[in-house]
């Protein structure tokens, strides 16, 4: 069973930077697709970026466009999201998730995510 654990939630204030990172375990990062989503509070959960096998194509949602990367570090096993020039509205549980598995199947920009972090927070202050 695939896991994957993010870490690099935390406060910042508008302007700010954090990166996210979601180490995987029982899964190669490289081998498939691998996604952000978010959670804003009664909100559904929306698409952020996407890259594809190997640290190929990314995608990002027109709202990050130009500011948020995506990224991975296949010796890691490991990907990134670089987050900069944030706003209030980016606040956010934030949720890493793999193209296998079957736990609450999501279709995003050419990929199916079927298993998902625990998730960490985001919060931003104006």
């Known amino acids: 069973q695939v896991q994957l654990v993010e870490s690099g939630g935390g406060s910042v204030q508008a302007g700010g930077s954090l990166r996210l990172s979601c180490a995987a375990s029982?899964?190669?990062?490289?081998?498939?697709?691998m996604g952000w989503f978010r959670q804003k509070p009664g909100k559904e959960r929306e698409g952020v970026a996407r890259?594809?096998?190997?640290?190929?194509?990314?995608y990002y949602a027109d709202s990050v466009k130009g500011r948020f990367t995506v990224s991975q570090d296949n010796a890691k096993n490991t990907v990134y999201l670089q987050m900069n020039s944030l706003k209030p509205e980016d606040t956010a549980m934030y949720y890493c998730?793999?193209?296998?598995?079957?736990?609450?199947?999501?279709?995003?920009?050419?990929?199916?995510?079927?298993?998902w972090g625990q998730g960490t927070q985001v919060t931003v202050s104006s």
């Open positions: 998730a793999a193209d296998v598995g079957t736990y609450s199947r999501t279709w995003w920009q050419g990929c199916t995510f079927g298993s």
């Open positions: 029982r899964y190669t990062v490289s081998s498939a697709c």
């Open positions: 890259i594809y096998p190997d640290g190929g194509s990314t």
